[in-house]
């Protein structure tokens, strides 16, 4: 089982719409939680970080299901801005490091 | 500071050739890390250093690749004896200092191509 699996998509919405990513991990260590941004053909940038209590950032919702392993990204009244590339980021630390995995990502285009 | 910056932005080299990365990160982030990013794929992580030690090496880091950090700024990353498949997107991050929340900041990348 890969340490985080993601549905690579394509999602393809209209504009307006309702979209939402799931993330699982496998490692039940793991102890932050993020979503990041990739444009084409740019480097990855920070979305939001994920609580355990859940967190909402304007149109962007995201959860957290420890005991599923199991992450979400919610995103409301889609723009043409939010196409790109979602990361589902999982990090874990132990002996004095500090590691982040990336799934592969989840590619979402919105449509006019 | 202008954040993380990567250089050169692209290398074209034949196979068996060696090439060198270097990644500038964000002044005040001990923390360095290396990732690999093919198309379709999200970035998969080499190595991390925290400050000058390198603490983690991925099983993707074969023996023809090595990096460093000396001095706990700069980091180089090397590839010996170039191979097609080491094509890729080679990404620095930076994260850490007063304040961190673990975020990282990422180069625009060194993309690598083998002829």
């Known amino acids: 089982r890969k340490e985080v699996e993601q549905d690579p998509g394509p999602f393809n919405v209209p504009e307006g719409a309702t979209v939402a990513f799931n993330c699982t991990y496998s490692?039940?260590?793991?102890?932050?939680f993020f979503w990041y941004r990739q444009d084409c053909r740019k480097e990855p940038k920070l979305l939001m970080s994920v609580y355990s209590s859940g967190n909402e950032d304007g149109r962007f919702t995201a959860q957290l299901n420890r005991a599923s392993q199991y992450i979400s990204l919610l995103i409301r009244d889609s723009k043409l801005s939010d196409s790109a590339t979602y990361l589902c980021v999982v990090a874990h630390s132990g002996a004095g490091s500090y590691q982040l995995t990336f799934g592969k990502g989840t590619k979402l285009s919105v449509i006019p | 500071d202008t954040g993380v910056s990567q250089d050169p932005r692209h290398k074209i080299t034949k196979r068996g050739q060696n090439v060198t990365f270097r990644c500038d990160p964000i002044?005040?982030?001990?923390?360095l890390y290396w990732y690999r990013q093919t198309l379709g794929q999200g970035p998969e992580f080499l190595t991390y250093?925290?400050?000058?030690?390198?603490?983690?090496k991925s099983r993707l880091l074969s023996d023809r690749f090595s990096a460093e950090r000396p001095k706990g700024s700069f980091s180089t990353l090397e590839i010996q004896r170039t191979e097609q498949g080491d094509s890729a997107m080679y990404l620095c991050a930076s994260s850490g200092g007063r304040g961190s929340t673990g975020e990282l900041f990422f180069g625009e990348g060194s993309r690598l191509t083998v002829l």
């Open positions: 002044s005040e982030h001990n923390r």
């Open positions: 250093f925290q400050n000058e030690a390198q603490l983690e």
């Open positions: 490692n039940s260590a793991s102890q932050s």
